[in-house]
């Protein structure tokens, strides 16, 4: 499909939350789509490292796990109140039951595929991504996530082989069909 070159004229009718592993492309897409539509968008996990003033790897060193999954929790609430925008999630969002309530509540969750191996590919450092220590590693956490995306999910798009202009396209008509994305009056 083509990309049809737009900015502004539309509106989203909710928040769209993209999930899905590291390196599926939730912030790319997201922030891809914004700009080619005119609208807005946000990294829910620099958001927390904005407004926590450290990074995740830190958070998660000195505090554990479970400590920052209640910061993503905390900041996923504050930004469904928002405007609606399109918000890249973390990769462990939907770890917690509460999150998938956050965005079946409050918007539209788009699941952005991806495969361990495909995901190493397109992280840069994956040293300072806390639990993408090695491939198999990454393959059992892909493997446990799956039904948890699936879950938390109300449409799905595979990045494998994709560029990121092919996977906005893909989601722009699902967000259209599905009356997420609309033009304004």
Request: charge should be negative.
């Amino acid at each position: 499909m083509a990309r049809r070159h737009h900015a502004g004229g539309y509106e989203l009718t909710k928040p769209v939350y993209f999930i899905g592993f590291m390196g599926a492309g939730k912030t790319s897409v997201s922030q891809y789509l914004a700009k080619t539509l005119g609208l807005a968008s946000i990294d829910a996990d620099e958001y927390l490292e904005l407004l926590e003033d450290r990074i995740i790897a830190d958070i998660f060193a000195e505090e554990g796990e479970e400590s920052f999954r209640d910061l993503e929790t905390q900041y996923l609430e504050e930004l469904s109140r928002r405007s609606p925008r399109f918000i890249g999630c973390g990769g462990g969002v939907v770890k917690r039951p509460k999150n998938i309530t956050i965005m079946k509540t409050h918007g539209y969750a788009v699941y952005l595929g991806v495969t361990a191996e495909e995901a190493s590919h397109r992280i840069p450092n994956t040293d300072s991504r806390p639990l993408f220590k090695d491939i198999e590693t990454a393959r059992r956490t892909v493997a446990e996530r799956i039904p948890l995306y699936e879950a938390a999910a109300d449409a799905y798009v595979e990045t494998t082989g994709y560029s990121v202009p092919e996977i906005a396209d893909q989601v722009e008509a699902i967000l259209l069909e599905n009356g997420i994305l609309v033009k304004e009056d």
